[in-house]
């Protein structure tokens, strides 16, 4: 009911590029994984060759401890969530949701049972002599996760689920599909570029970005101390601060932001989220400010200002909402340096 | 509201223009008299008796009707497999292999008959009832394989890919999946070859020596010249297609 | 991988069913001797030569040429002035004025000869390349229709209200917007109008007296039998067919 | 340049629904107005009627102080940007742009020097030449928004102008709008159902729903006292708690909320967002709560919770990231009584 899944240096090219560059990555049994970039980042061919719609070119692919390279996806213990969730229009949900039994020849009464439990486990009680057409999105979304859960695979994997969804409804199927994966324990492997979706969901982010892997964990982990530059801005908004390191300081445009242990003169760059930078006094860094742009976003007010000490430089900080400030104002920030993510290399 | 007034106007000669001919010759089948030219005499079922009591029309329409159906059903299961063979393989060149089947259905009737007769001509086979029917299967598959083909897109790819996820055989796909949800244009491709073979008439005449199609009698009897019969026997040829067009809005359409 | 080599080899085997045909007829008009079947003695262009010189063919390509491309040209402006008309207007009753001019594509051309030689005599109205021709414009506007229909969506509604929005008028959104966006389709419709034109036997043989289309005169010549020069003159009707098809695939599928 | 948009009792009805229902509106001259609501709420069928796309069955229309009813679309000063664009696909951006000078007439180096103006407004100097299908959609966005303010529109009409874009892209391209409003000074009215969008862009915020106005204003001011229990809830997520007024009190499930001005024994309503919902002590309101689920969200994370003092209810909350709560913890919660919305009206 649940696997491991092993890949090792895993290789796919697509003419001369390669879509996937000697990926590893092991998502336990049980375990909830996104695999979280943006398009053209590799995600969805990893996602392809787990399920057995491609080939590697190498590397070595093991669910649950056995071999699973040139497997076809039928005789695989997976089964896929599609994008476009790829019901059979011409079929009532009953048989939508049992046709992975009728090829594995369940009798009927009895795959017509456990159809009906997996309508009833997302949801759907009652509509099994409907049309997929009669539907709305997400009731669609949800007998694709009962079509391919029923036949109990080991893994399921999940290519955008909630791609086609709105903004409302994705946020609350979010929740649901966490909730399911928890009561039925296999391995959930979730594709997605939506990284609120993944931080909410995910037991474990992987990040990808030109067929590599460039930072995975828990999203907590991930969010707050991201290991490169492009986790730290795909995953949030963020501001980049360029930094030297001068007498075991940390010394930026905006002045000195603390001891450090990086090596003397290194050239790096700090991170900073917006909501990391706050109302402040004078004294305080960056201090005194020249608000550009603020856009009101209900929870805080979104500021982008240009610090005097560094003119050059733009800020984005969140205000509480009941602070106004407008284009032209001027105001004091201060930056939480308990805050910063210190990522190696200068500005770019 | 002027605009609407003129295109309805420009609506109803067109169909006038178009339907004109048919009502004529219908209307004039039931002619009591031996010319079907007005003025109307009065209305009569005497043609319409002759042709059903004419042993060759009657052979002749069992012909069309065999020929028609046989041919059809080959040449939809010939289009069926090609389009799905290649509206599913990542073949760069499917494009260009598609379009070299698409290709003869603006090739020329009378170039398939004379090469045919020639092909035949030279195997040393008999001309019969098959060899028409060959004939037919010549020019409907490429249609069958066309509409088969624009049909199958997209969601029949990731259907199928989804019955295969779920670990069904190729046959099985076909059956369960591909063909059904592709049903009306199935049904669409099957009457329309049937009604191009029912009315095909210069490959029919080429390809054939004693079993004449309906078609290929009734330019005998023209050699008489135009009557009430004519009329009626056209009548009867117009029915059928009628039906089988009937057949696509009730079955095609509604799903 | 077994699975791509059937596939294959099912593929070859339809293009030689489709194709064997027309390259039989080609190939055995190059034919140095009187009949057109194995061995092939040696190739010679005599029989071509002798086409190009029959004064009879060669009025009849000229009269098959003008009666085509006229009668596509109004099939075509007729069809795309209804297709436009339909596609845009509001009215719940498109869908069934839209089958009903689509739906002639399935009537039979022997029944629409028939009808209109019917109407014709009756109208007292004598026979001449011009009743051939609007024999061909009753049967192509219904094709022009269908593929102008299917052409026009939401996309050139959309762009039809984006240009009202900035101020053109119905004639410049047709000559602006519409027609050059369904350019491809126009072509299409065209192209394949005409070589429907180019083929037709029955209708033109029964609505021409002196002035004959290129197939009625071909049939004549079969009379005598089957031998290299209606090989040559077949080639001919093929080389046209395809030229309009080689048209086609550059101008329509290209944009 | 600029128009006021005066709409009075306008009604349309689709068969027996009323798509509008005397809604009345003033939008002043120079104002981006932003009209929001679900699907179906009417918002689509006011712009279309505003741009002379549809027919009101009732009511006036004045643009300008011009009456509009009847007039074409062609002869009003209004243009529409399209949802889905609706570019010529077969001209160049050059003449895509400048199409409806042509239509007025104006000469071809009069009309290309101002398409070329336009598209260096909207940020693509240099494309000219180029077809609509060589474009990304957030580049056909902006040729479609040139394309429509080219000739100089009294009142720019934009129907879900950024909806086919995605998340990241919409949040840039609505502070562009916003921006190039400013500059050109026509009258905006934009339709969309997000709430994020419009609280970022609008001056005025026009709340939609079943064919009426359930609230207008300032987007701080919508937010934070909307005027309906579905503003409320359509602007962003909150909590209601049902209320009773007993002796010049608020009285909630979960204790007395304070004085107040409302009549006695009144049944009310009230709206507490979830960021006005923070950490506590026991003895605050609602004070030890159940935690149901968690959800991190980057900046803060949402709890759902079960207050011991209501069981029977559910809350949602912001905490701080730092905050750790997992389901089945326990945790004290304060909610902040200066930022209650009283609508009328007891539980629905």
Not at chain 1, 52 to 77: H, N, Q, T, W
Not at chain 1, 253 to 276: I, K, N, Q, Y
Request: charge should be neutral.
């Amino acid at each position: 009911m649940t696997a491991r899944i092993e890949i090792g240096g895993m290789t796919k090219l697509y003419g001369a590029a390669s879509a996937l560059d000697a990926v590893s990555l092991t998502v336990e049994a049980g375990e909830y994984c996104v695999l979280l970039g943006p398009s053209g980042c590799g995600k969805t061919t990893l996602l392809n060759i787990i399920g057995g719609f491609a080939d590697p070119d190498e590397g070595s692919l093991r669910i649950g401890g056995r071999d699973m390279v040139g497997v076809p996806a039928a005789k695989r213990p997976t089964t896929t969530v599609f994008q476009d969730y790829a019901l059979f229009p011409h079929m009532s949900l009953l048989d939508n949701v049992g046709f992975g039994l009728r090829m594995r020849g369940v009798a009927k009464s009895a795959r017509h049972a456990r159809a009906r439990e997996m309508l009833t486990l997302v949801g759907l009680t009652g509509a099994d002599g409907k049309r997929p057409s009669e539907l709305s999105g997400g009731q669609r979304q949800r007998v694709a996760l009962a079509r391919a859960l029923a036949v109990e695979p080991d893994v399921l994997l999940l290519d955008e689920p909630l791609g086609a969804l709105d903004l409302n409804l994705r946020r609350a199927m979010q929740e649901e599909l966490k909730g399911i994966q928890r009561r039925v324990g296999a391995t959930f492997v979730h594709v997605t570029h939506d990284q609120e979706e993944a931080m909410a969901i995910a037991d474990r982010i992987v990040v990808m970005q030109g067929g590599r892997i460039e930072d995975q964990g828990p999203p907590e982990r991930v969010y707050r101390e991201p290991a490169t530059r492009f986790v730290a801005s795909f995953l949030g908004e963020t501001n980049f601060l360029p930094a030297r390191v001068e007498a075991g300081r940390l010394v930026t445009p905006l002045g000195d932001l603390g001891s450090t242990t990086a090596a003397e003169g290194a050239a790096l760059t700090l991170s900073v989220r917006p909501e990391h930078i706050g109302p402040g006094a004078a004294g305080d860094l960056p201090g005194p400010c020249a608000v550009i742009e603020t856009v009101f976003q209900g929870v805080h007010r979104k500021v982008t200002v240009r610090p005097d000490r560094a003119p050059d430089m733009i800020l984005r900080a969140l205000l509480p909402v009941g602070q106004d400030a407008r284009p032209g104002d001027r105001i004091d920030l201060a930056l939480d340096p308990d805050h910063l993510t210190i990522l190696p290399g200068g500005d770019k | 509201m002027t605009r609407y007034a003129l295109s309805a106007a420009y609506l109803l000669a067109l169909y006038a223009f178009i339907f004109l001919p048919v009502l004529v010759l219908v209307a004039f089948s039931f002619q009591d008299g031996r010319f079907p030219v007005p003025p109307l005499r009065g209305l009569t079922l005497r043609w319409h008796a002759e042709v059903l009591a004419d042993p060759r029309l009657m052979a002749g329409l069992r012909n069309s009707l065999v020929v028609g159906l046989g041919s059809s059903l080959v040449a939809l299961t010939l289009g069926f497999l090609a389009a799905r063979g290649l509206a599913l393989s990542e073949l760069r060149s499917a494009r260009v292999l598609r379009a070299a089947i698409t290709a003869p259905i603006s090739v020329s009737y009378l170039v398939i008959g004379l090469g045919l007769l020639a092909t035949l001509n030279m195997a040393g086979l008999g001309l019969s009832l098959w060899t028409v029917a060959v004939g037919h299967v010549v020019i409907n598959t490429p249609l069958c394989f066309a509409i088969c083909a624009a049909a199958i897109g997209p969601a029949q790819a990731q259907a199928e890919r989804a019955a295969r996820d779920l670990g069904a055989g190729e046959l099985r796909i076909m059956a369960l999946v591909t063909a059904p949800m592709i049903a009306p244009a199935l049904i669409a491709a099957f009457l329309l070859s049937f009604t191009f073979s029912w009315d095909e008439f210069i490959i029919a005449f080429l390809l054939s020596r004693f079993d004449l199609t309906l078609p290929v009698e009734i330019w005998s009897l023209l050699r008489s010249g135009l009557n009430p019969k004519t009329n009626a026997v056209g009548s009867l040829v117009f029915l059928v297609s009628a039906l089988a067009l009937l057949a696509y809005e009730l079955g095609a359409r509604r799903r």
